[in-house]
């Protein structure tokens, strides 16, 4: 067999979480290219909800064309990366080091090593489809996403560059474009159909969010009639939900045009409702008078720090701290709500 010849043949590329997603999707890139990829993921067994694991993710890397080492590796332990990389050195030599999610530290990195590794952080611009994403978003999900094609594709953009260039925070779709990409319905799951943009980047234009609305993003929710809510109580979720009605004003409610229902578990929690359809909007303790919109389980802990700005709600939702049905337009026009408040709380 011919040795590999690609712009990553004996590179070595280090990826958390390259069992199953995006960081496998980033693996098998590379791998196309003879890459040599270290695989540092948590699952070790087989998951029916998750499928996937580091040794079957080794397997389509070498019949892709690369070499593969799985790593058991839970990045919360220290000492499970630091033998995870002692493992690649003695395997594969000088390594590489291709993180995504750490955007933090990229500056601080980026002048550590330069010269030596280059350190870059990529980000979507819409939401990517994952099997994370069927259990957060449920059934239907997929329609408002891109594939992992386009975080593989970018990530190659990036590997393909030099050492110099580091230290960088960089959007999949713009640098595609750089690349003479123009035609993205390729990476779409339902090419046309609006999707939802990124949880974590500051902006959503409210177009976007318009043209979600319009194509019932997310089924609707089945409630039960709702019953007059008893009086409201007293503690820190009461008093977060009264300087939120502080906040209301008829400019809100017509920009938001939404009911939020929160099932809150813990001290002083319950069924809660923010009510921004209503003239001048309402918060409350129970059922609101007409069908939520959306409804978000959480602790009252997470509740009031996300409230107060101390959680971001896109933070909150991607790590299971909360869990979102409805309609998650609406539910991204809220975090943005949240922003406008947070001087207040």
């Not at 397997?59 to 220290?78: F, H, Q, S, T, Y």
Request: hydrophobic share 40%.
């Amino acid at each position: 067999m011919l040795p590999n010849t690609g712009r990553l043949a004996g590179c070595t590329v280090f990826i958390t979480g390259a069992s199953r997603g995006i960081g496998k999707a980033i693996a098998l890139k590379a791998a196309k290219d003879g890459a040599n990829i270290v695989i540092a993921a948590k699952t070790t067994h087989a998951n029916p909800k998750l499928p996937g694991t580091i040794f079957t993710a080794a397997e389509e890397i070498e019949a892709a064309g690369g070499k593969a080492l799985p790593c058991a590796v839970d990045v919360r332990e220290e000492q499970q990366i630091s033998d995870a990389v002692k493992k690649a050195v003695e395997r594969f030599g000088a390594y590489t080091i291709a993180k995504y999610g750490m955007s933090m530290c990229v500056l601080g990195m980026a002048e550590e090593f330069k010269g030596e590794i280059a350190v870059n952080a990529l980000w979507p611009k819409t939401a990517i489809h994952t099997a994370a994403m069927d259990m957060l978003g449920g059934s239907g999900i997929e329609s408002q996403c891109r594939k992992v094609d386009i975080i593989a594709d970018a990530a190659y953009s990036i590997f393909k560059k030099s050492k110099s260039f580091t230290g960088n925070f960089i959007v999949d779709e713009n640098i595609l474009r750089e690349e003479g990409i123009h035609n993205f319905d390729i990476y779409a799951f339902k090419p046309g159909h609006p999707l939802l943009p990124d949880f974590f980047l500051d902006e959503h234009p409210d177009k976007i969010i318009k043209k979600v609305e319009s194509h019932d993003a997310l089924p609707e929710l089945k409630q039960e009639k709702s019953q007059p809510p008893p009086k409201p109580r007293s503690g820190a979720v009461a008093e977060t939900f009264r300087i939120v009605k502080d906040f209301l004003s008829d400019d809100v409610v017509k920009a938001t045009q939404a009911i939020y229902l929160f099932e809150l578990s813990g001290e002083d929690g319950g069924t809660w409702f923010l009510d921004l359809k209503s003239k001048g909007g309402n918060v409350g303790y129970g059922e609101p008078s007409e069908q939520a919109d959306v409804v978000m389980s959480m602790s009252t802990d997470d509740f009031v720090k996300m409230f107060s700005g101390k959680l971001k709600p896109t933070m909150a939702f991607m790590s299971g701290k909360l869990k979102i049905k409805g309609n998650m337009s609406l539910a991204i026009k809220l975090e943005k709500l949240m922003n406008q408040m947070n001087a207040s709380l």
